[in-house]
C-alpha cells in the first residue's frame, strides 16, 4: 500500500503560481512512477504530468508545457508540481497518483497508476 497526500492547492488570480505537494508513504517512494491528474467540473479526469522513479523521464500535457514543472524529492518522498503563469482554464481538483511500473508509452494512462491521492482543489480566477 502507498498512502498519497496533496497539498498546496488554493485560490489564485490569472497569471500567478502554486505549487503542490504530494507526499507518499507505505512503500520505496522511488518503486514508484508519479503522476499528476486533474478534474474540471463536468470534465473528465485528464493527464497532467509524470515522472518516472528517478525522475529522469518526465512528460506534460501540451497545454501546461512551459508553465508548470513536475519534480520528486526521493530523499523526502515527495512529488511536486510547480505551476506558473496559471489560466482560468486550469482550475480543477488536482491528485496525485502512483504507478509500480514506468512507461514511456503509456505514462498517461489513469489505469496504469494504482493509488490516488484525495485531491487538492486549485481554482483560478480572471
Known amino acids: 500500500q502507498v498512502q498519497l497526500v496533496e497539498s498546496g492547492g488554493g485560490l489564485v488570480q490569472a497569471g500567478g503560481s502554486l505549487r503542490l505537494s504530494c507526499a507518499a508513504s507505505g512503500r520505496t517512494f522511488t518503486d514508484y512512477a508519479m503522476g499528476w491528474f486533474r478534474q474540471a467540473p463536468g470534465k473528465e479526469r485528464e493527464f497532467v504530468a509524470a515522472i518516472s522513479g528517478s525522475g529522469r523521464s518526465l512528460y506534460y500535457l501540451d497545454s501546461v508545457k512551459g508553465r508548470f514543472t513536475i519534480s520528486r524529492d526521493n530523499a523526502k518522498n515527495t512529488v511536486y508540481l510547480q505551476m506558473n503563469s496559471l489560466k482560468p482554464e486550469d482550475t480543477a481538483v488536482y491528485s496525485c497518483?502512483?504507478?509500480?511500473?514506468?512507461?514511456?508509452?503509456?505514462?498517461?494512462?489513469?489505469?496504469?497508476?494504482?493509488?490516488w491521492g484525495q485531491g487538492t482543489q486549485v481554482t483560478v480566477s480572471s
Open positions: 497518483a502512483a504507478a509500480p511500473t514506468w512507461s514511456d508509452t503509456y505514462y498517461y494512462i489513469e489505469n496504469r497508476y494504482r493509488y
